[in-house]
């Protein structure tokens, strides 16, 4: 999926406005101005359309986490350079603290089904022989099961 896409819905969601999401990414030490906010929600067919590069999606992300859990003892987390799919489902799984039964039932609000051992496949490391990739569609479900709880 696409970096903005999924800023758009999180925000959604979580009914942001622009000050908390610029917030949201200067918790984990990225800096954004409104002009560039502005941007990330403009279409990809407009010319000033800036699209959210992995590191900064990664600091909102982390800042999610941080604004939605507190701040976690220890050094601050590094934010990743690339993500996946399944970084960005389990990034949100985190920071509303959800469990396994949960997600399978947010995702059954959108109409997708999976067992505890399918989702558990999503969140292995990648070396792990039962690592499995998520794909756009399962994150897509993912992110609508929340926005139908949210209503």
Sequence with gaps: MINNDILRRIRTIFDLTDEKIIS??????????TDQLTNFFKEKDDSEYQAIEDVQFSSFLNG?????????EGPVRENE???TNNMIFNKVKIALSLK?????SI????EL???????????RNVSNKHYKNCSDEVLSA???GL????Q
């Design 24 to 33: 949201t990414f200067a918790l984990s030490q990225c800096e954004i101005s």
């Design 64 to 72: 999610l986490i941080t604004a939605q859990r507190g701040p976690s």
């Design 81 to 83: 350079q690339e993500l």
């Design 100 to 104: 396994a039964e949960e997600v399978i």
């Design 107 to 110: 995702l059954e609000l959108a």
């Design 113 to 123: 089904s999976l067992d505890k051992h399918e989702l558990s496949a999503l969140f």
């Design 142 to 144: 993912f992110l609508k």
């Design 147 to 150: 926005k139908i709880k949210a």
